[in-house]
């Protein structure tokens, strides 16, 4: 069928009921009463049955049949291939991949088979539908307005002839609204400052969580460390001795305890005794910093030991070490708290008091 | 009992009945059936984020059949070698399960991965077709709010979502989260204790961050797509100028079938799409990463895409600390909470910004070519390079690292970057929308190129241009006024050549049509002229 239409915008209403009318005339009143135009609606091929219709209809068979086919092979895949992942056998990890690709050949076979049946077997077609934009007429916004405003005088004036009940309506519904608000607020709200040490001023290395006595720095397995644990130049994370001290319970207070050249440990020294807080944490040439970005977080954790700088990976603050971790770079705006160390009786590193400085992200309050 | 005979040619017509005597349907699904839409592919962009999202929907309900939001710690015993023994959260443990123990598990985690992948990134490309092509005007301010809308809570949902495995980037993704809640003045250290329920991380987050994921948020992003295509519908597309087109009209195709299939068979290929990616590319490998501790971190953490623009800016502000007596604002707020708040809420301001500077109070439904507004288009390209640079310095360590680049140096790139460039990019594209003008001018006035070059007797070379349209006495062109559309600029375009065959093994039997614009009926080729050099 090719046919070409140009119907004028004010066709003639037909009787549906007409019994010599063909479907497409039925269609075409439904058209009109949607105010639509149809401008084109002609076939895609010269002729029925023509060789180019063929040939796309074989195309489009084509792509249905390979759906089906890939759609075997990922049920095929997914029943009998080897899928537990297993240490040196290789054949499992094609499992995923083989899945993803005969899903996909699947699926864009039927896609595309849908596109080509829509786009190349259907009849090409141009319609013009009118719009109806703009506000509804004067007189129904009139009557909406109108009706509206009664509404509201309706309600209005009885409150306004009856202050009894203003108030009493105001005192009635306010708490009610309160009364949803109370629980989601009550129940999660937390206060950050509970306890006579806040767990936001606190870290593991407080010796009241130990019973009061000194935390030693242990190993992320709790083994506590010798002087000697540590090789020049190097560095090691630290953790509270005390039980979950290395889990996320305590998650501000992991810390990098370095063990320092001599002349870089002169310096920090130094540079430290003139400092009021950090005075005397240092023990020998080991200096103990907390491994909590004062920015964000995140473990500042990679230790350049050439230019004794720690560097965040998150967002990049560098601190330097040998002057009390002052931040040099980068958005971090805080230098890192100094652990004061000490060495107990029987050789192991202990804190001998808690962080001076607040461990962790900056905020609003912090002393 | 005799059996009454069932008539089964009549049935679907009783059934229809009885349906519209309850409902009466009939007219309303009518007009659906007839509906007119415009065609055009830049309309389909905000299809992949509706083909997306169901996508979403259907592999995160397999998800969160084996996926427990539980903070528990336990010691793995798992099939993946590496980390068995090790204690973690039973999340994790069950993602690691997920991925290694369910049938086909792996392949449905990443697939959701990438959906949601696409899914923002479909958000973002359509957003950028809207703004460039004015289709947020009146009567459509109200679907730009809820895209920026959609925006976000996407943005929240992705967020929640590649938190849930509590792997060892997503512990510092929270930890990041928790930093900014902190950082923000006066109630800080409250929000972030209320959220976490005590100092972080807790033991609550991850059943939190799960309701809102597979809850609160598609709840919400469900109830604002209903609308954002409700608008559509209801307010019709719009569409780009052309031969025919109005305001007050729609040209296209009828909703059934065609538009429908075509519509059914881009929603398989972006499925295809999204299982290939899933097959083939691995996202968000959680057990290499390990489970989070606050001590560990690797390098090149990076959040997914849509996330980097705010890590770049985080990276790139200053360390300014704003002290007011014994209390401070970290820098960190800055980028964090009020930088996020205001691009993503300033925004939905703009259609009622644009409608009061140039006082238009108009319906538009018709498009505008990005270059028929330079202003819009600046304005425009200053956001995306904004944009573009927060996500490049989001990457600047892995940058600095592959390229050799001192990572010093990348920060302040984008520092300067970020003040100098947009303000660059708003003159270039000015230029170039400018530029595009004069030449759609040029070729209306003058007619097109065709490469034929004639020597006058003077000497003189002058090219022979083909007027568009009518010529007066002279000989000259009749200057055309600009609709709004393409201008054809080649000679091919205007049926004076043909083009190529098209077709691979076989050629097609008609040389296909020069189509000036999309619905308009094709330049035929029977009044094709041959043009000679003009030497008779």
């Known amino acids: 069928m090719t046919t070409t239409h140009h119907d004028a915008p004010d066709a003639k209403p037909v009787d549906v009921n007409d019994p010599k009318l063909s479907r497409f005339d039925v269609v075409k009143e439904g058209l009109r009463r949607d105010e639509i135009e149809l401008i084109t609606y002609e076939s895609q091929f010269q002729g029925t049955n023509s060789k180019a219709e063929k040939r796309v209809v074989r195309n489009i068979a084509l792509l249905f049949i390979i759906a089906g086919l890939a759609a075997f092979a990922f049920l095929g895949f997914y029943i009998f291939w080897p899928w537990q992942f297993e240490l040196g056998n290789t054949t499992s990890d094609y499992f995923t991949p083989l899945l993803g690709i005969s899903l996909a050949i699947s699926l864009f076979a039927i896609g595309f088979a849908i596109l080509a049946w829509a786009k190349k077997l259907l009849p090409h077609e141009v319609s013009i539908q009118a719009r109806h934009d703009g506000a509804s007429p004067t007189d129904e916004q009139k009557i909406t307005g109108q009706t509206m405003i009664f509404v509201g005088d309706e309600l209005n004036q009885g409150v306004q002839r009856r202050p009894l009940l203003k108030g009493a309506i105001g005192f009635g519904l306010a708490p009610i609204g309160l009364v949803a608000a109370a629980p989601l607020i009550g129940g999660l709200i937390e206060n950050p400052h509970k306890g006579e040490h806040p767990d936001l001023f606190t870290t593991g290395f407080s010796a009241a969580k130990n019973g009061g006595n000194l935390v030693r720095l242990t190993r992320d397995d709790g083994t506590p460390i010798r002087p000697e644990d540590v090789s020049t130049g190097g560095q090691m994370t630290v953790f509270p001795g005390i039980p979950h001290g290395a889990t996320n319970e305590y998650a501000d207070s992991p810390t990098l305890l370095i063990h320092l050249r001599a002349d870089d440990a002169a310096e920090t020294r130094r540079n430290a005794d003139a400092d009021r807080r950090n005075q005397g944490s240092m023990w020998g040439n080991y200096v103990a910093y907390s491994k909590i970005c004062t920015h964000a977080g995140c473990p500042a954790s990679l230790y350049e030991q050439q230019t004794n700088r720690l560097l965040c990976p998150c967002h990049q603050s560098q601190f330097l070490i040998t002057r009390n971790a002052q931040p040099i770079f980068g958005p971090a705006t805080r230098r890192l708290p100094m652990l004061p160390l000490g060495v107990d009786e029987e050789g192991y590193f202990v804190a001998t008091s808690d962080y001076k400085d607040t461990v962790g992200p900056d905020f609003w309050e912090r002393p | ?536």
Request: proline share 7%; glycine share 10%.
């Open chain 2, 1 to 536: 009992m005799k059996r009454r005979k069932a008539d089964l040619q009549q049935a679907p017509v009783t059934f229809a009945k009885g349906v519209d005597e309850r409902f009466q349907a009939s007219t309303p699904l009518r007009a659906l059936l007839n509906k007119v839409f415009p065609d055009h592919w830049s309309f389909l962009l905000g299809e992949i984020a509706l083909f997306s999202f169901i996508i979403l929907l259907l592999t995160g309900v397999f998800l969160t059949l084996f996926f427990d939001p539980s903070m528990t710690e336990t010691a793995y015993q798992g099939a993946y070698p590496a980390l068995r023994g090790t204690e973690m959260s039973q999340a994790y443990a069950s993602s690691l399960h997920l991925s290694f123990e369910v049938r086909g598990g792996l392949f449905m985690r990443q697939m959701h991965h990438w959906a949601a992948l696409l899914f923002m990134a479909a958000i973002v490309v359509h957003m950028l077709r809207i703004f460039f092509t004015g289709a947020y005007r009146k009567p459509r301010e109200a679907n730009w709010v809820i895209g920026m809308a959609l925006f976000l809570l996407g943005f929240l949902a992705g967020f929640t979502g590649y938190s849930l495995p509590d792997d060892g980037l997503s512990g510092t993704g929270l930890r990041i989260a928790s930093a900014i809640m902190l950082s923000i003045p006066v109630v800080g250290t409250w929000v972030s204790a209320s959220i976490f329920g005590g100092e972080f991380p807790g033991h609550l987050i991850i059943g939190r961050f799960y309701i809102a994921h597979v809850l609160l948020i598609p709840g919400g992003l469900l109830a604002l797509i209903t609308v954002h295509l409700g608008l559509v519908f209801k307010q019709k597309h719009t569409q780009w100028p052309g031969p025919m087109r109005t305001n007050t009209n729609v040209v296209g195709e009828r909703m059934f079938p065609r538009y429908a299939l075509k519509q059914g068979g881009f929603f398989m290929a972006v499925f295809g799409t999204v299982a290939l990616l899933a097959g083939l590319f691995q996202i968000n490998p959680i057990w290499l990463f390990g489970p989070y501790r606050a001590s560990e971190v690797s390098s090149a953490s990076q959040p997914d895409w849509y996330v980097m623009f705010l890590d770049g800016l985080v990276r790139l502000m200053p360390n300014w600390q704003i002290y007011i007596g014994d209390y401070s604002i970290p820098p960190l707020f800055w980028p964090a909470v009020v930088g996020l708040g205001f691009f993503t809420t300033a925004p939905m301001a703009w259609p009622w910004l644009e409608a009061r500077k140039t006082g238009d109070k108009r319906v538009h439904n018709l498009l505008e070519r990005p270059r028929d507004n330079p202003e819009r288009v600046g304005i425009g390209s200053m956001a995306v390079t904004f944009f573009l640079i927060g996500t490049i310095s989001g990457g600047n360590d892995v940058i600095a690292d592959k390229f050799h680049i001192s990572l010093n140096a990348m920060t302040w790139g984008g520092r300067i970057g970020l003040i100098v460039l947009p303000a660059l990019a708003y003159f270039i594209a000015v230029r170039v929308c400018l530029g595009l003008q004069q030449h759609d001018r040029e070729v209306l006035a003058h007619g097109v190129e065709t490469g034929i070059i004639r020597r006058l007797p003077n000497g003189q070379f002058v090219e022979i241009h083909q007027p568009l349209g009518p010529v007066d006495e002279h000989g000259h062109p009749v200057p055309i006024e600009y609709g709004g559309w393409v201008v054809p600029k080649k000679m091919n375009r205007v049926g004076a050549l043909a083009p190529a065959v098209k077709g691979f093994f076989y050629p097609v039997e008609k040389p296909s049509e020069a189509p000036v614009s999309p619905g308009m009926p094709p330049v035929s080729g029977d009044t094709r002229e041959e043009i000679t050099s003009g030497r008779k």
